[in-house]
């Protein structure tokens, strides 16, 4: 059993406020959803490699919304990131190792 950091601040954190607009999904729900994330990282991708996780199986493990799944990106950040628009990223949730 792993444990993990879950700070009392975050509930109130900018970045949860603008993760619950991007998924339209209440405070809880966004709570649960990052923890679940980090809790499945734990077990299933210990690298933080998720290049062979497919999205949709990744969004219903997690249940995340239908149309969240789409906006998921997965690969080497300095690959994707220089082939994505400047300002149009919402959020990006990350845990470094």
Same mark, same amino acid.
């Given at each position: 059993?792993?444990? /993990?950091?879950?700070?009392q601040? !975050?509930?109130?954190?900018?970045?949860?406020? +603008?993760?619950?607009?991007?998924?339209n999904?209440?405070?809880?729900?966004? /709570?649960? *959803?990052?923890?679940?994330?980090?809790?499945?990282? !734990?077990?299933?991708?210990? %690298?933080?490699?998720? &290049?062979?996780v497919?999205?949709? /199986?990744?969004?219903? %493990? &997690?249940?995340v919304? +239908?149309?969240? /799944?789409g906006?998921? !990106?997965?690969?080497?950040?300095?690959?994707? !990131?220089?082939?994505?628009?400047?300002?149009?990223?919402?959020? *990006?949730?990350?845990?470094?190792?």
């Amino acid at each position: 059993m792993a444990w /993990i950091k879950s700070y009392q601040a !975050l509930e109130k954190h900018p970045k949860l406020l +603008k993760f619950m607009k991007t998924l339209n999904v209440n405070q809880n729900e966004a /709570i649960g *959803i990052i923890h679940k994330f980090w809790w499945w990282c !734990l077990d299933y991708a210990e %690298t933080g490699n998720l &290049l062979d996780v497919d999205p949709e /199986i990744l969004g219903n %493990t &997690l249940g995340v919304p +239908k149309d969240m /799944i789409g906006k998921v !990106l997965q690969g080497d950040c300095l690959d994707v !990131l220089r082939d994505i628009p400047d300002k149009s990223i919402d959020l *990006i949730l990350t845990d470094p190792p």
